[in-house]
């Protein structure tokens, strides 16, 4: 159990795996997610319900209204976070590359994974299970090369960097729940330590005022 609100974020290129993780860390940590806006069109039996369809026109005013933080642009569709879904902490969300850095900068103690692959043959076989368009299948395996070079290149800002293939695609959950945890006890040790800090320091303030006081009556 967490001490602490927890914020995961998983990075990486199409294919990869970040959906299949998110939705496993999602279960196992009992996270919610914040809503994305999108103009992407809704995939063949797509129901989720972190995500909200709209048009360009619809996105363009709420983001006038300021109700979308990280907007970004991405293979011809536009993305952005519901600005109120990160207010109550204990979420899981996927991040760009791009915004990556950003996002490390707003949540310092954000929890950030990043799954990479050398192998484009994986990507194009996870995109072909998901049922991708072929054509836009093959477009984000094109752009996937610089994709992982920008998130390699931003390795420091990750807690978890993770490479992924055939031969680890089945123990990724697991090996990240792990880390994972890991991590939390960590940081919960740390809050553990802030917290016994503050009581001793309470303690001694008010020892200090019981003392003064004593003085003061025996001066008198």
Known sequence: MSRFPIIITITGTSGVGKGYLKDYLKQEFGLDEPAVYTTRKRRVGENRPD???????????????????????????????????????????????????????????????????????????????RGDDPKLACKRIKASEKEIASTRALKKIFDINY?????????????????????????????????????????????KRNLNRFKKIRRN
């Open 51 to 129: 995500r909200r369809f709209v048009s360009e026109s619809e996105f363009k005013e709420i983001l006038k209204q300021k109700g979308i933080v990280f907007p970004q642009k991405l293979y011809g569709d536009r993305y952005g976070f519901d600005k109120n879904s990160f207010s109550k902490g204990n979420i899981i969300t996927e991040v760009h590359m791009d915004i990556a850095q950003r996002f490390r900068a707003l949540f310092p103690n954000a929890l950030m994974i990043a799954l990479t692959t050398d192998n484009p043959k994986f990507l194009e076989y996870r995109l072909t299970k």
């Open 163 to 207: 490479e992924v293939g055939f031969e680890n695609e089945n123990r990724i959950v697991e090996d990240i729940k792990l880390r994972l945890n890991s991590l939390i006890d960590k940081k919960n040790s740390a809050v553990k330590r802030v917290d016994v800090l503050k009581k001793l320091k309470s303690k001694a303030i008010v020892k």
